[in-house]
Nanobody, 126 residues
Framework: QVQLVESGGNLVQAGGSLRLSCTGP????????MGWFRQAPGKEREFVAGTTWSGGNVDYADSVKGRFTISRDNARNTVYLQMSTLKPEDTAVYFC???????????????????WGQGTQVTVSS
């Protein structure tokens, strides 16, 4: 009964910035490894970023490295994805994901996450 609620998706021009937020349950959020995935129309879901329970370890897809930053604030039960220098190819539905099973470095594989948000739309115009 873990519910993840995403927000922050919007329409933005190329070169702009957005920050996505994902909130989870207050009684267990600190125990969850968190990740962000995205899916564009006609394409498979792909890994974007991930972080460990403490936020001390992070991992990024090559396509977003240097432009996106994942962070978490366990006091607010929230994980963030700060997106800068956005490109049209970043257009996708972005999903927040959580796992109670990942106990090592962040995972890039969606099958290792067992809780998912509903997704938030990010559209980047050229």
């Amino acid at each position: 009964q873990v519910q993840l609620v995403e927000s922050g998706g919007n329409l933005v021009q190329a070169g702009g910035s957005l920050r996505l937020s994902c909130t989870g349950p207050g009684d267990s959020f600190y125990r969850l490894a968190m990740g962000w995935f995205r899916q564009a129309p006609g394409k498979e879901r792909e890994f974007v970023a991930g972080t460990t329970w403490s936020g001390g370890n992070v991992d990024y897809a090559d396509s977003v490295k240097g432009r996106f930053t994942i962070s978490r604030d366990n006091a607010r039960n929230t994980v963030y994805l700060q997106m800068s220098t956005l490109k049209p190819e970043d257009t996708a539905v972005y999903f927040c994901a959580a796992s109670r099973l990942i106990h090592g470095p962040p995972s890039r594989y969606d099958h290792e996450y067992d809780y998912w948000g509903q997704g938030t739309q990010v559209t980047v115009s050229s």
